[in-house]
C-alpha cells in the first residue's frame, strides 16, 4: 500500500481532493431529505428581508432576537457558499418583506454552521406553500445529479490520463 502511494502521490490526492471537496455536499442532502409536511418544526417571526443574492432570509424573533434561516438550495462544493433559491417570485419576495409570518422548517443535519432549512411560510400578504418550496428543491437537486455525474465522469478521464502519466514515469 505505500509503494502505491510513492508511486501514484497525485493521482491520490486529486482522488481524495474530489472526494471531499464533492461529496461532503453530496452526504448533507442524502442525510436531509426532504422532509414531510407533518414533521416541519414551526415558529413566528417577522421576516426583515428576503435575500436576493442567496437563499438566506433575515427574522426578528418575539424576543426580538436577530436569526436568519434559509429557504433549501442546492451547493455543490465545499468550495462555494453561493446558493441561489430560484423558487419565490420577485412578487413573493418583495411581498414577505416585513411580514409577520409562520415559518415551517427543519434543522439541516451534519451541517457545519448550522442551518434551519425554510420549507414553507404562512403570512398575512402571502403564503409561500411547501408544494412550491418543495417542487423548486427537488428540480435543481435532478439538475444537479446529471451536473455531478458529468463532473464524475470528466474527473475520473483527468485521473485515468495522470494515473497513465505517473504510470510511464516509474
Given at each position: ?11 491520490i ?27 416541519l418544526?414551526?415558529?413566528h ?75 414553507r ?43 497513465k ?6
Amino acid at each position: 500500500m505505500r509503494d502505491l502511494f510513492k508511486k501514484y502521490p497525485r493521482t491520490i490526492f486529486l482522488a481524495l481532493a474530489f472526494i471531499v471537496i464533492f461529496g461532503y455536499p453530496f452526504i448533507i442532502r442524502w442525510k436531509n431529505p426532504v422532509p414531510s409536511e407533518n414533521n416541519l418544526t414551526s415558529f413566528h417571526a417577522k421576516i426583515i428581508d428576503v435575500s436576493e443574492i442567496n437563499d438566506g432570509v433575515t427574522l426578528v424573533f418575539p424576543e426580538g432576537v436577530v436569526g436568519r434561516a434559509f429557504f433549501p438550495a442546492v451547493n455543490n462544493s465545499i468550495l462555494t457558499t453561493d446558493r441561489r433559491f430560484s423558487g419565490l417570485t420577485i412578487t413573493q419576495a418583495k411581498l414577505l418583506k416585513n411580514c409577520d409570518a409562520t415559518i415551517y422548517g427543519k434543522k439541516v443535519d451534519w451541517q457545519f454552521p448550522s442551518r434551519f432549512f425554510v420549507w414553507r411560510v404562512d403570512c398575512a400578504a402571502i403564503d409561500v406553500p411547501f408544494s412550491q418550496i418543495k417542487s423548486t428543491y427537488e428540480k435543481e437537486v435532478d439538475f444537479n445529479r446529471w451536473l455531478q455525474f458529468g463532473l464524475v465522469v470528466i474527473v475520473i478521464f483527468v485521473l485515468y490520463l495522470v494515473f497513465k502519466k505517473e504510470g510511464k514515469k516509474a
